[in-house]
């Protein structure tokens, strides 16, 4: 059974950077047509998607955080990271990963996700 | 980007049926057919009920349907049942915004 596990720091100060890694295990990061992705969720608000990124190093993001915010994969270590700069309070969430399905577009396994708290 | 918009709330009673309107535009749920549900109960991660629309994965009850009209998707949940209460958002694919989530619906079972 897939798992994807969030891994990183609980708080994060104001301007510096947010950086979370997923771990894949029970499958591949490698896998053709899926994609692995970000999901945000403010304490009491809803679902932001932050950006996916496929095996090949392709990435796409939100919009209104592209910015901001850098996906990689490393494949040799089935994982993929975020990194998200230059942080403020609106920032901290629950920070989920979760495999997308390529074409159809779904998230079907989800991390149990990891609270960032931005403060200093 | 612009969240999908949902009702903040729907509530129901045991063995009735609900159902959540997830509204978008005809630069998403009006132009794919990629509408999924997820469930989501206090403290947990998103669990998927429903893809594309109208599909159910393996191991969702068959209570729990999709359906789309124009710019606005649906969820319904027949027979409701107290482990039914839990927030519900729809997320849509957007083309170039990738995709989009909706604003959260509350489902308290009566």
């Known amino acids: 059974q897939l798992q994807l596990q969030e891994s990183g720091p609980g708080l994060v100060k104001p301007s510096e950077t947010l950086s979370l890694t997923c771990i894949v295990s029970?499958?591949?990061?490698?896998?053709?047509?899926?994609?692995w992705g970000w999901i945000r969720q403010p304490p009491g608000k809803g679902l932001e998607w932050i950006g996916s990124?496929?095996?090949?190093?392709?990435?796409y993001y939100n919009p209104s955080l592209k910015s901001r915010i850098t996906i990689s994969v490393d494949t040799s270590k089935n994982h993929f990271s975020l990194k998200l700069n230059s942080v403020t309070a609106a920032d901290t969430a629950v920070y989920y990963c979760?495999?997308?399905?390529?074409?159809?577009?779904?998230?079907?396994?989800w991390g149990h996700g990891t609270l960032v708290t931005v403060s200093s | 980007q612009s969240a999908l918009t949902q009702p903040a709330s729907v509530s129901g009673s045991p063995g009735q049926s609900i159902t959540i309107s997830c509204t978008g535009t005809?630069?998403?749920?009006?132009?794919?057919?990629?509408v999924s549900w997820y469930q989501q109960h206090p403290g947990k991660a998103p669990k998927l009920m429903i893809y594309e629309g109208s599909k159910r994965p393996s191991g969702v009850s068959n209570r729990f349907s999709g359906s789309k009209s124009g710019n606005t998707a649906s969820l319904t949940i027949s027979g409701l049942q107290a482990e039914d209460e839990a927030d519900y958002y729809c997320c849509s694919y957007a083309g170039s915004r990738g995709g989009v989530f909706g604003t959260g619906t509350k489902v308290t079972v009566l």
């Open positions: 005809s630069s998403d749920v009006g132009s794919y057919n990629l």
């Open positions: 029970g499958g591949s990061v490698s896998s053709t047509g899926y994609y």
């Open positions: 979760a495999r997308r399905v390529g074409g159809p577009y779904y998230f079907d396994f």
């Open positions: 990124i496929y095996y090949s190093g392709s990435t």
